[in-house]
């Protein structure tokens, strides 16, 4: 079995899940590669305006690797090829698959662009697309991430996989003293009406990775906007108190489904003492949770299992 996963460089909480995907089934001992693109189709993408692009980010992949031991690697011309994949990650390089290879789009690929005959949807996200019959394909393996991001149109037998990953090494809680004031996180949620019209700090979501835990590291509180975001625990686990904003009539229920008692360890929805306490006192059941290559392995070969019975005739 051959599989393929559509990825991007940039570094957020759904181009983390995929990589670690790929470098679970390569552990359990699948042939599965991260294709890297410089962009996700959308419904306006002009198809061949759109290989223009990628093939100019293949050339400059492959530049950077001639001269990846330099300086010049490192400037912000080359930033995106600078950020070190996951270990035990394999690239594929072209864009051609064959009749039997099994691709993987996240939700936000619009249509098929490579031409896949074996198609699974994972929804990392709400789908962006829903109603709209030519996003994705008819006979498409749709699965989710979580049961709130489930469409139960596309997957009404709520096939659900689920895959995490954390660097310890990088995000951790360094600073034991006293800590004041606040920075923010907005991401997913720049479109909210309740944005502030002033920040009385940072806002860290385009900080580089080792920024971002600094500030962590230094607030008392981070503000965030974005509902859905793993730097709320990421904040936790910094020693920061995250508190992410509800959006007016909503709950943590809401955000985060049937498990919303487990997945809220560390972190406080909504802004009263009572869930601020609550964030404080379960961090540790946060901290003691976030070995994942158990569940990793265990959903990775659900999902073998699920593209198994959709396409079958492939392995016959």
């Given at each position: ?6 990825n ?25 590669k991260?294709f890297y ?6 419904p ?8 223009l692009?990628w ?20 400037s ?69 991430y979580r049961?709130?991001?489930?469409d139960?149109?596309l997957?009404?037998?709520?096939y659900?996989?689920k895959?995490?990953?954390?660097n ?28 502030p ?8 979501d385009?900080?580089?990775e ?9 607030c008392?509180?981070?503000y ?7 730097y709320s ?6 020693g920061?108190i ?7 009539g ?21 802004k ?10 379960t961090?540790?059941?946060?901290l ?11 959903n ?17």
């Open positions: 079995m051959k599989i393929v996963i559509v991007s460089r940039k570094i957020y909480g759904g181009t983390l899940v995929l990589s670690a995907l790929c470098k679970t089934l390569r552990d359990l001992g699948y042939d599965a991260v693109v410089h962009d996700f189709p959308s306006t993408t002009n198809i061949k305006v759109y290989w692009g093939f100019k980010y293949f050339i400059k992949s492959l530049i950077h690797v001639l001269i990846r031991h330099t300086s010049i690697a490192n912000e011309r080359f930033a995106v090829f600078s950020s070190a994949p996951l270990p035990g990650i394999k690239e594929k390089r072209t864009p051609w698959v064959s009749r039997k290879t099994i691709v993987i789009y996240p939700e936000v690929v619009y249509g098929n662009f490579l031409n896949a005959k074996n198609v699974v949807r994972w929804l990392l996200y709400y789908n962006r697309y829903k109603g709209n019959t030519s996003a994705f394909g008819k006979n498409d393996l749709v699965i989710s049961d709130v991001f489930n139960e149109v997957n009404p037998l709520k659900c996989v895959i995490n990953h954390f310890s090494s990088l995000y951790k809680q360094y600073n034991f003293d006293k800590r004041t004031g606040c920075c923010y996180i907005v991401r997913k949620g720049s479109k909210r009406k309740d944005l019209t002033l920040y009385d700090g940072p806002i860290i385009d900080f580089p080792d920024a971002k835990v600094k500030v962590l590291n230094n008392q509180y981070c965030i906007y974005d509902t859905q975001t793993f625990r990421i904040a936790a686990v910094c920061c995250p508190i992410v904003v509800l959006e007016e909503k709950s943590k229920e809401n955000y985060l489904g049937l498990e919303y008692d487990k997945l809220s360890y560390g972190v406080a929805y909504g009263t003492s009572d869930e601020i306490q609550r964030a404080i006192d961090r540790q059941l946060l003691e949770g976030l070995n994942y290559k158990d569940a990793n392995e265990k990775a070969l659900y999902l073998v299992d699920l593209i198994k019975e959709k396409f079958k005739e492939i392995f016959l």
